[in-house]
């Protein structure tokens, strides 16, 4: 049952929060039901969570007219600029703005609707060659470059981490987010708020929690292992 799932999930991230002396409520727990039914998402919803994850632009777009207005979908995976249309009213947050191109097409179509867009800046933590995202080291000049851009609003930083079978493996990783976060943080830039830091999966999440992170992006855990091949 998918409430047991997320009854299971609900109660380590509650564990993880209070290892880390951090308060409940510091932690958005974002459910990924890409490639899931909408059934799936309707029985999740019916548990009170609100906040969904997705990572193809279409297929928010199906889903948003079938499924309750107040759910807040969160772009998770990586967007190509002529899919950006698809999105820009639906969802609450981009999490994976990671080129200039990107956040001047967000925030063009943003503006021309009258809203300003929160978006996260995706950085490749681990240095993988492939996965997408701006170097550590980058991310600084990167910021700097997009955080005057009308339609968009800088509101933190987030990573996808390593695919391991060991969490603590990931551990330095998401400790060197918190800290780029709280650099850049510390710089002081018009536009750019580093509150968010989203970084932690199924297989990670706990750590990623107890090293900071504000929002957890957690899909196999909750909804169980997606099948590709339909
Ligand atoms: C699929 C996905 C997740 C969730 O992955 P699980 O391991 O199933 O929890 C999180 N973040 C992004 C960007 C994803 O694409």
Redesign the pocket.
């Known amino acids: 049952m998918l409430k047991d799932n997320l009854q299971e999930v609900e109660a380590r991230v509650a564990g993880a929060c209070a290892r880390a002396g951090r308060s409940r409520d510091e932690v958005l727990l974002i459910a ?1 039901s ?1 490639t899931k039914p909408v059934e799936m998402i309707e029985e999740i919803y019916q548990q009170g969570v609100r906040d969904f ?1 997705e ?1 193809h632009p279409q297929e928010i777009r199906d889903k948003v007219p079938q499924l309750p207005d107040d759910i807040r979908w969160h772009m ?2 990586h967007l190509q600029t002529n899919k950006v249309k698809y999105i820009i009213e639906r969802a609450c947050m981009v ?2 703005v990671d080129s200039v191109r990107l956040a001047e097409t967000i925030s063009r179509a943003a503006q021309s609707r009258g809203r300003r867009m929160p978006v996260l800046v995706e950085v490749n933590m681990a240095k993988e060659e492939s996965k997408y995202g701006i170097m550590p080291e980058d991310t600084e000049r990167f910021i700097r470059e997009i955080a005057s851009l009308p339609g968009i609003h800088v509101n933190g930083l ?1 990573t ?1 981490a390593p695919y391991t079978d060991h969490a603590e493996e990931n551990r330095r990783y998401f400790r060197d987010m918190k800290k780029l976060s709280v650099d850049i943080a510390g710089k002081n830039i018009d536009n750019v708020d580093m509150c968010d830091l989203s970084m932690g ?3 990670d ?1 706990e750590v990623a929690i107890e090293e900071g992170a504000t929002m957890v ?5 909750i ?1 169980g292992v ?1 099948d590709y091949s339909r």
């Open positions: 990924v890409k994850g990572n998770i995976g999490h994976s987030m996808i999966m199924t297989g999440y992006r957690v899909g196999t855990g909804f997606r």
